[in-house]
């Protein structure tokens, strides 16, 4: 019964994206439509059976995208859909020369273009490097390289410790539990009751062998903030 009233909200909300676009020549505001397809989505929630929906506190996980997002991504969804780690196929490519030989994909040109531009925006953000800002299909894949690729970095130098907490995202526990096969040694630290660690704790817990902490400084399901 969730499912099919989730699938309904899907459609509804895919009626209500298809219609922002269909508008856009018409509307005169970027605001405008923002605000349109934000109450679209709000609508769309508000209105399906309460009865059958369970309360989940997740929201970093299964949550209406931004409208914003939403209008920042559509161009590239509907006009400049190229991939841009693809360069090899004739698909969508335009002849940029009399040189039958010298092409151009427009569309793969923006895509890579707006993937450097957010690339940046990540970098300044956080104050980092650009090269340093590796783009993944999410959490579990950023935390499975981080976890398993710092740990077998340092293992080389004898530092096989790693250290997480009990309440960790299930992805990171199964990538220490992988550790662990091949012969880590991980110290899972118990949180107290309000859900924060312990930093006396952790501090006892770290040992010249350890290669790794790693904690969410904001917890996904409960909404706990670390000291970190």
């Not at 995202?169 to 009751?193: A, M, N, Q, W």
Request: glycine residues 6%.
């Amino acid at each position: 019964m969730f499912r099919r009233n989730f699938r309904n909200v899907a459609v509804q909300l895919g009626k209500i994206s298809q219609a922002t676009v269909s508008s856009n020549a018409a509307e005169s505001s970027r605001s405008e439509r923002m605000e349109k397809l934000q109450n679209g989505i709000v609508e769309a929630f508000v209105s399906s059976d309460v009865n059958v929906r369970p309360i989940y506190l997740d929201v970093q996980a299964t949550t209406p995208t931004d409208p914003r997002v939403v209008d920042a991504m559509l161009p590239y969804q509907l006009n400049d859909f190229g991939n841009p780690h693809s360069r090899t196929h004739a698909y969508g490519w335009e002849t940029g020369s009399t040189h039958s030989f010298f092409f151009i994909n427009f569309s793969l040109y923006f895509t890579e273009k707006a993937v450097d531009i957010a690339r940046k925006q990540v970098a300044d953000l956080i104050g980092a490097d650009q090269r340093e800002i590796i783009f993944t299909s999410g959490a579990t894949e950023s935390n499975n390289i981080a976890i398993k690729g710092v740990a077998n970095f340092y293992r080389v130098a004898g530092k096989t410790h790693v250290i997480t907490a009990q309440t960790e995202h299930k992805c990171v526990l199964d990538s220490c539990r992988f550790l662990e096969s091949v012969g880590h040694e991980v110290t899972y630290i118990p949180v107290k009751s309000n859900g924060v660690i312990d930093l006396e704790v952790l501090e006892e817990a770290i040992r010249p062998q350890t290669s790794l902490v790693s904690i969410m400084a904001v917890n996904n399901e409960i909404g706990v903030r670390q000291p970190l």
